[in-house]
Nanobody
Framework: QVALVESGGGLVQAGGSLRLSCAAS????????MGWYRQAPGKQRELVAT???????SYADSVLGRFTISRDNAKNTVYLQMNSLKLEDTGVYYC?????????WGQGTQVTVSS
């Protein structure tokens, strides 16, 4: 069992920046992929960005050029630098870790972008 602990959410004005962090409890396990999803009120959870163990990165079109995902494999930690935040970026951000076919999820951290 792998626990994922997120931090770094909060309230920010539009155009501002936030950095999210997610640390996996089991540092001796190399998760195949780590990433971030988000869920806005009344909407389905959607992919924001993923980072595989071998360095492949993907982003949702809506955050391309504004968000940057990075990963420290030694620490089993993934980060999400969010710049130029927009109102529509508001939501609960969930850390995801994949090991084989098993997905692990963090408890979620709230990101609120105000005008």
């Amino acid at each position: 069992q792998v626990a994922l602990v997120e931090s770094g959410g909060g309230l920010v004005q539009a155009g501002g920046s936030l950095r999210l962090s997610c640390a996996a409890s089991a540092t001796w396990i190399s998760l195949n992929a780590m990433g971030w999803y988000r869920q806005a009120p009344g909407k389905q959870r959607e992919l924001v960005a993923t980072h595989t163990l071998d360095g492949r990165i993907s982003y949702a079109d809506s955050v391309l050029g504004r968000f940057t995902i990075s990963r420290d494999n030694a620490k089993n930690t993934v980060y999400l630098q969010m710049n130029s935040l927009k109102l529509e970026d508001t939501g609960v951000y969930y850390c995801n870790g994949r090991l084989g076919i098993v997905d692990y999820w963090g408890q979620g951290t709230q990101v609120t972008v105000s005008s």
